[in-house]
Structures are given as C-alpha cells and as structure tokens.
C-alpha cells in the first residue's frame, strides 16, 4: 500500500509539474505572441486596459460579461466606430488590465471605471452596453452618474433579483468551473477554452484572469444588492434589452413555467420597468453572447438609441 500510494503521489506531482510548465510556456507565448495596442491608464494604484476606436459626439462604453475581455467587443465595435467614439476597457483583473486588491463588487468597479473616464477626459454623453454581468455594472453606473449616461443597451444582463428568482445550476456543475479555474496554474482552462480565438484564450487563461472571475462571483450576490438598493426607475433614459429566445409568454407554450429559460426571460422583461422609455428585442436564437454571435442587434440598438438622443436633445 506504501509503495502505491508512492506512485499515485508521483504521477499526480509529475501531472501538476508538467501543467506548471505548460501554463507558464504558453503564457510566455501569448505575452510575445499578442501585444497591447490600446492605452494604459492610471486609477488608483491599477494600470486598467482600454481601447478607444473612432470618434463623434456621443461615446459608448462596453462593459463585458463575468470573465470575458474587450475582446469579445471587436465585431459590434467595427460596425460603430466610423460613427461613433467607441471606448472598451477591461476591469481590473481582466485582460490586460492590473489587478485590483480590492473586492470585485459592482459598486467598486463603477467607481473604477469613472475614474478611467475622468483619465481620459471622456465624461459624456455615454450610451452604455453591458453584456451579462457588466449589464448589471452598467445599470449602476447609470443609477450612479445619471447626469453622464444618455442611454442603455442591457445585453442579456444579470438583473438584480437573478440569485433569488432563478435556481442556482447544480452544485456539481458550479464546482466543476470553480475547480477549474483555480487550476489555471496548471493550465487547466486552456483545455476547456479551447474553442475561443488564439487572442481571446491567450488573455483569458491567464492566472490573474481566472482568479478575478472567481472573485467577481464570489462577490456576485453583494453586486446585485447594491444595484437593487438604488432607485429602480431610471425616468425617461432610453433603454434597450437584448434578450435571448423569445418572449416568456411564449416560451411557457413548450415548457414549464420553471423552466430557467422561461424565468431568464421573465427577469429581462421586469428591465422594462427600468424607464418609460425601454423596449426588449428577442434575438430568437438560444445563445447568451448575442454582442458575438448577433453583433449587428447590438449595433442597431446603439444606433437606435442615438436617433432617440438626437430627436430629443439635438446633439448632433
């Protein structure tokens, strides 16, 4: 039994030496493979990433979803950029950006992405898109700094109530993708992240990346409180849902009621009372990332929201 246990020890030492050297060569790779061409800002003591691309009056600000880069913008960016100034950036932790020692809570990183606007001297007007969980970021900044943001594009977004009214997924499933991360030192989520391109894997398997997804998780439940605890109604700011499937209605006509795509769907159309002036558009594909695989939804709604800044305000 000694002996055996001996072996096992082995092959799992040799296992975790190999995907230490496998995950520290790959990273070198990528480092000397894919170079930043954006700009560094400083905010705090964090160097955060961003891109701006093309110009105009109106700025639109992506925020991504939990463990995604600016990356992920790049189809819906080229389709706005030769009319409007475009500005993606990635959280602290994320991508090319520093990491933070502080909680990734929503609230914090709000106060770090004005910070990065003000370094930049963007301070509006903004029409805001948040994909996922930054769709629940950029529903604070906009109950934050209502004055800056003219606009909203929710893209499949967390809403606030999502932990309390949707089950949670399995148990082994959630443990599956923690444990998974937490082997990023041994290249583990390049196994399974394999399916992205070169670029988007080389910065998402990073340790640093995969741990600030742990911990934005982590603080998930204290980021929707926060969103929830500030005024619900956002008056008249234009705003536009992007969400998947098809209407709830509709759905409880082939499954249950329970079904979570049917809550999902329910959670998107309770976006509706954000403002008087909101409208959700059904992408009628299963799909969540609609920013990647139905870039151009994405750019009407921008476009969209723009004419409505533009009959109201006469911006241009």
Same mark, same amino acid.
């Given at each position: 039994?000694?002996?055996?246990?001996?072996?096992?020890?082995?092959?799992?030492?040799? +296992?975790?030496?190999i995907?230490?050297?496998?995950?520290?060569?790959?990273?070198? +790779? !990528?480092s000397?493979?894919?170079?930043?061409?954006?700009?560094?800002?400083?905010v705090?003591?964090?160097?955060?990433?961003?891109?701006?691309?093309?110009?105009?009056?109106?700025?639109?600000? &992506?925020?991504? %979803?939990?463990?995604?880069?600016?990356?992920?913008?790049? !189809?819906?960016?080229?389709?706005?950029?030769?009319?409007?100034?475009t &500005?993606?950036? !990635?959280r602290?932790?994320?991508g090319?950006?520093? *990491? $933070?020692?502080?909680?990734?809570?929503?609230?914090?990183m709000?106060?770090?992405?004005?910070?990065?606007?003000q370094?930049?001297?963007?301070?509006? #007007?903004l029409?805001?898109?948040?994909?996922?969980?930054?769709?629940?970021?950029?529903?604070?900044?906009?109950?934050?700094?209502?004055?800056?943001?003219?606009?909203?594009?929710?893209?499949?977004?967390?809403?606030p109530?999502?932990?309390?009214?949707?089950?949670?997924? #399995? $148990?082994?499933?959630?443990?599956?993708?923690?444990?998974?991360?937490?082997?990023?030192?041994? %290249?583990? #989520?390049r =196994?399974?992240?394999?399916?992205?391109?070169?670029?988007h894997?080389?910065?998402?398997?990073?340790?640093?990346?995969?741990?600030?997804?742990?911990? /934005?998780? *982590?603080?998930?439940?204290e980021?929707?409180?926060?969103?929830?605890?500030l005024?619900?109604?956002?008056?008249?700011?234009?705003?536009?849902?992007?969400? @998947?499937?098809?209407a709830?209605?509709?759905?409880?006509?082939?499954?249950?009621?329970?079904?979570?795509?049917?809550?999902?769907? /329910?959670?998107?159309? @309770?976006?509706?009372?954000? $403002?008087?002036?909101?409208?959700?558009?059904? $992408?009628?594909?299963? @799909?969540?990332?609609?920013?990647?695989?139905?870039?151009?939804?994405?750019?009407?709604?921008? /476009?969209?929201?723009?004419?409505?800044?533009?009959?109201?305000?006469? =911006?241009?």
């Open positions: 039994m000694p002996k055996l246990f001996k072996i096992i020890l082995s092959t799992i030492t040799a +296992i975790l030496l995907g230490l050297v496998y995950q520290q060569t790959c990273a070198y +790779i !990528d000397q493979t894919f170079k930043p061409n954006g700009k560094f800002s400083q705090g003591n964090i160097e955060m990433y961003s891109e701006t691309v093309g110009d105009g009056p109106v700025t639109v600000v &992506f925020d991504s %979803g939990m463990g995604h880069s600016l990356l992920v913008w790049r !189809d819906v960016i080229n389709g706005l950029s030769s009319s409007f100034k &500005f993606a950036y !990635d602290a932790g994320l090319y950006s520093g *990491k $933070s020692q502080k909680p990734r809570t929503s609230q914090i709000v106060n770090e992405l004005h910070a990065l606007l370094a930049q001297s963007i301070e509006g #007007p029409i805001l898109v948040g994909h996922s969980f930054g769709g629940l970021n950029v529903q604070l900044f906009a109950k934050t700094y209502p004055e800056q943001v003219k606009g909203l594009v929710l893209v499949e977004s967390i809403h109530d999502y932990l309390s009214y949707i089950p949670p997924q #399995p $148990s082994w499933r959630r443990k599956r993708l923690t444990i998974g991360k937490w082997l990023a030192p041994f %290249g583990v #989520p =196994l399974y992240l394999s399916g992205n391109d070169a670029h894997k080389a910065v998402m398997t990073t340790v640093k990346h995969q741990y600030t997804s742990l911990d /934005e998780a *982590k603080h998930l439940e980021s929707t409180n926060q969103v929830a605890s005024v619900n109604n956002l008056g008249s700011l234009p705003i536009i849902i992007l969400a @998947r499937n098809t709830s209605a509709q759905l409880k006509s082939t499954l249950s009621a329970q079904n979570q795509n049917v809550k999902w769907a /329910e959670l998107q159309e @309770r976006f509706l009372g954000l $403002s008087n002036n909101a409208t959700i558009i059904y $992408s009628q594909e299963r @799909r969540h990332s609609i920013h990647r695989l139905q870039p151009a939804l994405v750019i009407k709604a921008v /476009e969209h929201i723009s004419e409505s800044i533009h009959h109201k305000n006469g =911006l241009f």
